[in-house]
């Protein structure tokens, strides 16, 4: 009987560093995503200016903006509700 207490134990720790090396696998994932993303919106917008100067046309940069400042309502709307658990505040 002790036996098989043991084996269960031991099963739910290797299980538990499987599952820590799991988390941290998706930590570093999330963190090269959002690495990537920057460099990708650093260069999108490196673009857009040269656009802008080239052309002189700021519709595209007020586009640009506007929609920057939807996505950070967005985001702050959605920490918010993670905050508070409250999942209603996303309606």
């Given at each position: ?41 650093g260069y999108m917008a490196f ?45």
């Amino acid at each position: 009987m002790i036996y098989i207490i043991l084996l269960i134990l031991n099963l739910l720790y290797y299980l538990g560093v499987i599952l820590k090396s799991w988390l941290l696998i998706v930590y570093f994932m999330g963190l090269v995503i959002y690495f990537v993303l920057t460099l990708f919106c650093g260069y999108m917008a490196f673009e857009l200016g040269r656009y802008v100067i080239a052309t002189g046309d700021a519709l595209p940069l007020i586009i640009v903006l506007l929609l920057a400042l939807l996505s950070i309502h967005c985001i702050k709307q959605i920490y918010k509700a993670i905050k508070s658990k409250d999942l209603d505040i996303l309606d």
